[in-house]
């Protein structure tokens, strides 16, 4: 399982619509598995809106925001009639996000930790209490959970994992978002002391945002 939390860290860094795509991957498979299992099957009905709604991306430029917004405002009302949960809402989800519907986003997102907390879910809790502006005590808050996550997966996850780098920038970030100002030269000695070139080019990119915002 580990690697899959370990590449849900790189939506801590890199957000926002990327992150719906947490919902539609692989990124905690127990999680998603259980979400699965409790949904009820997805039906004929069902799959035709799914279809609907795989056509429209494919259809649509994305870029085009004065074309592609109203279409998936539309197309909203649609995901409603779609009786397996999970689905229904993994859709919402993804439209909200592009349409960035932050709101509605973040209550949908709550409900969702409510029933069935992971890892995902709080990156995107404190991603889009960033997003809403909400006091700082909330995103502190919210940063030091996800931390704590982020901690008890590193400790499971094998050291080896060439993307294991991607876990401790995580960890070190949200201990800085949490409100830890140590972590500051933290992050930058774990940036300095980080020899693939990609991945410390994309570590300092998170930081300089990160340190931007405060």
Known sequence: MKKYFIL???????????????????FEKENIAK???DAPKITAEDQAIKDKYKELINEL?????????????????ETEHIKNKYEREKIQMNIYLYLEMH????????????????????????QLLEL?????????????????????????????????????????LAMYKAGHVEYKQKMEAFIA????????SEFQSSYDVATEQK
Request: net charge neutral; with cysteine.
């Open 132 to 172: 809403l502006n909400r006091k700082q005590d909330a995103i502190r808050s919210c940063n030091q959970k996800l931390a704590q996550y982020i901690k008890k997966n590193l400790n499971e996850a094998p050291k080896d994992d060439p993307q294991y780098p991607y876990g401790e920038w995580g960890y070190l």
């Open 193 to 200: 002391s980080t020899s693939d070139e990609r991945m410390k």
């Open 8 to 26: 849900a860290i790189v939506c801590i860094s890199f957000l926002s619509t990327s992150c719906s795509k947490a919902q539609d991957g692989a």
């Open 103 to 126: 709101q509605e986003a973040y209550d949908l997102n709550e409900k969702q930790l409510a029933e069935n907390p992971s890892l995902v879910k709080q990156i995107i809790k404190c």
């Open 35 to 37: 979400e699965q299992n």
């Open 61 to 77: 430029d994305l870029n085009d925001r004065e074309v592609s917004n109203p279409r998936f405002r539309r197309f909203l009302s």
